[in-house]
C-alpha cells in the first residue's frame, strides 16, 4: 500500500518538477516500453543508492504493474528520484536521509508516475478515444512544438553562416536530442511528441467524462462566493502589489475569478522591442576595467582629501575642504584611462542597442502618424504574452500605481502615472529594453457582486468540486490492488545510504 502522506509542498515540487523534466524523461522513456517483458517474479533487492542509479543492473525490475500491460520499473522511478534530489538542490533545498522521509518522497514520486499510467489504462478500459477535433488539436500541439524547435536551430545555423542552412538545421536538432540523452532522431522524436500529446489529450477526455456530470446548487454557489471574496478582500488589502500577477494569471488560465480589485491599478498597453543577440564581450571587460577605475580614483581621492584635512590641521567634521584631479595621485591618468574606456564601451554598447532603438523609433513614428496603438502593438511588439493571450492586446496589461509595483520597472510606472486615457509615452529605455506604454484606463476599483460572477464563481465551483472527485478517484485505482501491484523490495533502497 502506497503512503501519501508527505508535505504538500513536497507534492507541488514534484508536480512542477515532473512538468518542468518533460522533455529530459524523453530519452528514458522513449526505451521504456508502456508493457514490459520483465516480470515482478524477477524483482529482487537492490543496494544501489541514488548516486549510481545508472549503474545499477537491477534498473529494467518492475517495481510498479498497473493492470496487465504498464509497467513502472526500478530504472524509472530511480531516475525521477534523482531528478528530484537536483531540484532541492537547485532551490537550496536538503533532500531527505532519513528513511521515514526518503520512502515518503519515493510514494509521491511513485505516485505521479502511477497516476499517469493508470489514467491511460482505465481510458482504455472504458473505450476512451480522442475525437478527430482533438485528433487535430494534437497535431497542431506537435507541429507548434516542432516548429519552435526547427526555428530555434535554423537561427543558429543561419548565424553559423551555414552553407546548406536546412542540413545544419537538421543536424543540430540531432546534436541537442543527443546531447539530451534521447535515443531517437528527428522523425522519432515526433513521433514521441505526437504519442506524449496523444496520451495527455486521452487522459483529459477521461477526466472530463467521469466528471461531465458535476455541477454546483446555488448554495454552493453562495458559499463559493462569500469564501473567496473573504480571501481576496483580506490578502489583496494586505498586498495590493499581488492581485495584478494573480488577476492576470486567471485572464491567461481561468480558474478562481477575482472578486475583489484594490484601489490603484490601472492597464496599460505596452510595446517593447529587446535588441537581438548578446553585447560584445569587449563591452563586459570594458566595464569591469571601469569599475576598477572607479574604485582606484576613490581611494587615491580619499588619500588626498585626508591629507588635506591634516595638514589644515582641520576636524574630521569640517566641511568646505576638496579636492581637484591634480591633487589626487595618478588622477588624470585614471580620469583618461576611464573615460577612453568608457567612449569604447558606450560605443559597443550603442552597436548592440541600436537595431532596437530604431524599431522603436519607427514605432513611434507610426504612432504619430496616426496608426492605432493596437496596430502598432501587433507590428513591432516583440512581447510574446500579446500573441499567446490576444485578448491583452484589448485589454491591456496591469500596472499598480498607487505604491510600489513589483513587476514594472519603476521608471515605466512613473512615465504611465503622467498620461491621460489614451495617451503613450515617447520611447523609453529601461534596462536594455525599448518601451513605449499606453494608457488604457483604470481599473474599476472594488467588489464585484456574485450577480455579475455568477457563471464565473459557478465554473469554478464545478471545477473545483471535479478536482476533489478526480484525485478522489485516482487515489481509489492508486490503491485498488485488483489494478496497481506495487514491489516494494524493488524500489525501497532507492536514495538511501548503503550501510
Known amino acids: 500500500m502506497m503512503n501519501n ?24 522513456n522513449a526505451n521504456t516500453a508502456s508493457s514490459s517483458n ?28 498497473v493492470g496487465d500491460e504498464y509497467t513502472i520499473t526500478k530504472g524509472d522511478i530511480m531516475d ?16 531527505p536521509t532519513a528513511d521515514a522521509d526518503v520512502e515518503a518522497m519515493q510514494d509521491s514520486v511513485i505516485s505521479t508516475l502511477v497516476a499517469d499510467k493508470i489514467q491511460l489504462y482505465e481510458a482504455k478500459l472504458l473505450g476512451i478515444a480522442l475525437t478527430d477535433e482533438q485528433k487535430a488539436t494534437v497535431e497542431k500541439q506537435v507541429e507548434d512544438q516542432m516548429t519552435y524547435y526547427t526555428d530555434s536551430f535554423r537561427s543558429q545555423a543561419q548565424s553559423e553562416g551555414a552553407t546548406d542552412v536546412e542540413a545544419r538545421t537538421q543536424e543540430i536538432f540531432q546534436e541537442q536530442l543527443d546531447a539530451a540523452g534521447m535515443d531517437m532522431d528527428v522523425d522519432g ?22 466528471t461531465k456530470d458535476i455541477t454546483a446548487t446555488d448554495e454552493e454557489i453562495q458559499t463559493y462566493y462569500d469564501d473567496l471574496l473573504k480571501t481576496q478582500k483580506d490578502t489583496y488589502t494586505t498586498t495590493p502589489a499581488d492581485f495584478g500577477a494573480a488577476a492576470e494569471d486567471y485572464q491567461k488560465n481561468a480558474g478562481d475569478p477575482m472578486l475583489y480589485t484594490p484601489e490603484g491599478y490601472v492597464r496599460v498597453r505596452s510595446i517593447s522591442i529587446t535588441p537581438t543577440g548578446e553585447v560584445s564581450a569587449d563591452y563586459t571587460t570594458l566595464k569591469d576595467d571601469m569599475t576598477k577605475l572607479e574604485a582606484q580614483y576613490g581611494a587615491a581621492a580619499l588619500a588626498a582629501l585626508a591629507d588635506k584635512y591634516t595638514a589644515q590641521g582641520a576636524a574630521a567634521t569640517a566641511t568646505g575642504i576638496d579636492v581637484t584631479v591634480n591633487d589626487i595621485k595618478d588622477g588624470a591618468t585614471i ?43 501587433k507590428k513591432y511588439g516583440e512581447d510574446s504574452i500579446y500573441t499567446d493571450y490576444p485578448t491583452f492586446v484589448d485589454t491591456g496589461l496591469l500596472m499598480y500605481i498607487g505604491g510600489e509595483d513589483t513587476t514594472w520597472n519603476a521608471d515605466l510606472v512613473k512615465a504611465v502615472g503622467l498620461l491621460k486615457d489614451g495617451e503613450y509615452t515617447a520611447v523609453i529605455k529601461a534596462d536594455d529594453v525599448f518601451y513605449i506604454l499606453q494608457l488604457v484606463g483604470a481599473e474599476p476599483a472594488g467588489e464585484l457582486s456574485l450577480t455579475d460572477a455568477h457563471d464565473a464563481v459557478k465554473a ?15 487515489t481509489t485505482w492508486e490503491n485498488d490492488t485488483k489494478i496497481v501491484k506495487y514491489f516494494e523490495d524493488v524500489y525501497r533502497s532507492i536514495g538511501k545510504t548503503v550501510q
Do not use: H
Not at 525521477?80 to 533532500?95: H, R
Not at 465551483?461 to 478517484?473: E, G, L, R, V
Open 460 to 474: 469554478a465551483a464545478i471545477a473545483k468540486s471535479a478536482d476533489t472527485t478526480w484525485n478522489t478517484q485516482l
Open 38 to 65: 520483465a516480470t515482478a517474479s524477477d524483482a529482487t533487492a537492490s543496494d544501489a543508492t541514488a548516486s549510481d542509479a545508472t549503474a545499477d543492473p537491477t534498473r529494467d525490475e518492475v517495481a510498479v504493474k
Open 189 to 210: 522524436f515526433r513521433a514521441y511528441m505526437t504519442e506524449q500529446y496523444t496520451n495527455a489529450a486521452l487522459k483529459d477526455a477521461l477526466k472530463a467524462s467521469l
Open 5 to 28: 502522506t508527505w508535505k504538500k509542498a513536497l507534492s507541488v515540487l514534484i508536480a512542477v518538477a515532473l512538468t518542468l523534466s518533460f522533455a529530459a524523461c524523453a530519452g528514458k
Open 335 to 377: 580620469v583618461s584611462d576611464y573615460m577612453t574606456k568608457k567612449a569604447a564601451a558606450d560605443a559597443l554598447y550603442e552597436e548592440y542597442i541600436k537595431d532596437a532603438r530604431e524599431k522603436a523609433n519607427e514605432a513611434y513614428a507610426s504612432l504619430q502618424a496616426g496608426t492605432s496603438f493596437e496596430d502598432v502593438l
Open 80 to 95: 525521477e528520484y534523482n531528478y528530484m534530489v537536483s531540484m532541492y538542490s537547485a532551490y537550496g533545498m536538503t533532500a
